[in-house]
């Protein structure tokens, strides 16, 4: 296989070492037969959790551009490269940019919502809640969305139907009481957002990913071939060999699942944003394809989002979350990704 290839256990030929065991008794992370991709946070920064986590079976570290600095993702980068040399594992790392994302605005305070109740989201700048308005930051929000929508927060954590709009603003109405804070992802189900496929903060921290020498690029809100070629011709330019992983999780990415799987090095499933645009009970036929597709094809594929949810505040996971992943396990899959579990979990 290829210098960071998820199937193989070979991560990166930039390595300060290659040794694959020690003496002292750790872990061998490489020979795990499906492989742990650990997104660092707040919880597993520091030198001494980010280790814990590497000798506990983490695979790759992956940075998630849609929070923190490129300074504070470097510093992680040169935690794995330490941990490397000192011959206890192969860690590589995963860049994962934020992609095109519709987000509401800042409010001035969380705002609680009854079921029925009306509420207004706009593309003027500078509504923060009263009145019953928040901003958006997507001028083509109003384009998007059409009469009847559903509209999800945060891939479903609330709801509203869309019943109105006018040049600048949609009205809706809340399906389900709850709360709306700062912020949030913004889906409309069974559409995407006709944003470009890579945002200009996209291909700076993408720039960043070559000079600190990461070993994949994970894609988000991938359309269709085009974007991956567009960034291997990219890298070729720099003379890199950055491999580039889709992240499956739009309306538009299904359409186009076979040209992307041919296009890319490998893909991930990423159930958040694909429950979100796709009715849910959709989500494990299209993991299966996803992922059997990439076998075929004998590309390396993650499983994402909700593996081990409930471990963000409890020491054990769910019955249901063990079987979830025994089931991507047994489907094949060459490593499951952990989010918010590794980033800012208690456990």
């Known amino acids: 296989g290829y210098p960071g290839d998820l199937s193989t256990g070979i991560y990166s030929s930039s390595r ?95 705002v609680v919502l009854e079921q029925g109740q009306q509420y207004t989201f706009t593309i003027k700048e500078g509504e923060t809640g009263k009145g019953g308005r928040v901003s958006v930051n997507y001028d083509g929000f ?45 889906n409309v189900r069974g559409k995407s957002a ?11 921290d993408l720039k960043f990913g070559v000079e600190a020498g990461v ?41 186009a699942l076979d040209e992307i799987l041919d296009a890319v090095d490998g893909a991930m499933v990423a159930r958040g944003d694909l429950g979100a645009e796709l009715p849910l009970e959709d989500v494990p036929y299209w993991q299966s394809q996803i992922v059997q597709g990439c076998r075929r094809r004998g590309k390396p594929v993650i499983v994402a989002t909700n593996m081990l949810e409930s471990m963000i505040s409890n020491p054990a996971p769910t019955r249901a979350e063990v079987s979830d992943i025994a089931i991507a396990v047994r489907e094949g899959a060459d490593a499951i990704m952990l989010s918010g579990e590794t980033a800012y979990g208690k456990f």
């Open 194 to 204: 006709t944003l470009p496929a890579i945002t200009d903060k996209d291909w700076l």
């Open 16 to 110: 300060s070492s290659r040794r694959q065991g020690s003496s002292d008794g750790s872990s061998n992370n490489c020979h795990h037969k499906t492989k742990l991709v650990c997104t660092i946070g707040p919880a597993t920064s520091t030198r001494q959790e980010l280790f814990k986590l590497a000798d506990a079976g983490m695979s790759v570290a992956r940075l998630n551009m849609s929070h923190g600095s490129q300074e504070s993702h470097k510093a992680v980068v040169d935690l794995v490269r330490a941990y490397n040399a000192t011959g206890r594992g192969c860690i590589a790392t995963m860049l994962d940019t934020k992609g095109p994302e519709v987000r509401s605005g800042d409010l001035a305070e969380p």
């Open 215 to 255: 070993d994949y690029f994970a894609l988000s809100f991938v359309k269709d071939a085009q974007v991956i070629l567009d960034v291997k011709q990219w890298l070729a330019a720099q003379g890199s060999k950055i491999k580039v992983l889709a992240k499956i999780e739009s309306a538009d990415s299904v359409k």
């Open 142 to 186: 109003i384009d998007d969305v059409s009469v009847g929508d559903e509209l999800l927060v945060d891939g479903g954590i609330l709801t509203f139907v869309v019943t109105g709009k006018t040049a600048t603003d949609v009205q809706v109405e809340a399906v389900d009481a709850g709360v709306l804070e700062s912020r949030r992802h913004l």
